[in-house]
């Protein structure tokens, strides 16, 4: 099992220009999630997904728009990309969405944004 | 609104030393706390959680947690440090809140530093 694979791993970006960062897992997960982090911010939730169809915001959802495509698949879309949106972006999945699931992350994807 | 507390940004332990990486919570409804550890240019995986049951957490590469209540913290140790163990841990805390997905709200992290 490949677990949680983002694509892609390293993306520069100028101000204005939109982008789809891809996530995908083998787990056969319910619920998916995207994540943004920031040097001495920790993780913060930009939008979630508790099941196949059904998308909701988190945190810090502005600038972003997601799609769940399929049981498998969560996209994170970039429309008009802006400098604060600089930084590393997870993905993750769990297997309920429970309270008490543990969260399976991906590698990562980092993006710069001149 | 729940929130997350870790105590130290930067932690620096000699090899063979004691770790001790401290986290406080809020929340007005009992949590269900985690650690996950992130080393370098790498997602995150679970070190452990606590849900219900025993307080005292154990996990992997030999990290425990212990859950106190009436001091609301889940503070991570490990009794001797190993140089593999460096890397960036990160407390989080979820909550039954009426919604039925349960999302992680996440501390700043602490950057574990070991010296050989």
């Known amino acids: 099992n490949a677990g949680v694979t983002q694509t892609p791993k390293f993306q520069v970006l100028k101000t204005g220009q939109s982008m789809t960062l891809q996530c995908a897992q083998d787990m056969n997960h319910n619920s998916m999630y995207w994540y943004r982090q920031d040097p001495g911010m920790g993780l913060r939730l930009i939008y979630y997904?508790?099941?196949?169809?059904?998308?909701d915001k988190g945190e810090v959802p502005n600038g972003y728009n997601v799609s769940r495509l399929n049981k498998r698949e969560f996209s994170l879309r970039l429309e008009s990309a802006a400098p604060s949106q600089t930084s590393v972006y997870f993905c993750?999945?769990?297997?309920?969405?429970?309270?008490?699931?543990?969260?399976?992350f991906g590698p990562g994807t980092r993006l710069t944004v001149l | 609104a729940q929130s997350v507390t870790q105590l130290g940004s930067h932690v620096s332990v000699s090899e063979g030393a004691l770790v001790l990486l401290r986290c406080n919570y809020s929340s007005s409804v009992p949590p269900y706390l985690f650690w996950y550890v992130q080393y370098p240019n790498q997602g995150l995986q679970l070190l452990l959680k606590?849900?219900?049951?025993?307080?005292l957490v154990k996990g992997i590469n030999g990290f425990e947690a212990e859950f106190k209540k009436s001091e609301t913290s889940f503070h991570l140790t490990k009794p001797s440090a190993h140089m593999s163990d460096a890397a960036e841990y990160f407390c989080?805390?979820?909550?039954?809140?009426?919604?039925?997905?349960?999302?992680?709200?996440f501390g700043r992290g602490t950057q574990l530093t070991v010296w050989p």
């Open positions: 989080a805390v979820s909550e039954r809140r009426g919604s039925t997905l349960g999302r992680l709200y």
């Open positions: 606590y849900t219900t049951g025993a307080t």
């Open positions: 993750a999945s769990s297997e309920l969405g429970a309270y008490t699931d543990t969260q399976y």
């Open positions: 997904s508790a099941s196949e169809g059904t998308t």
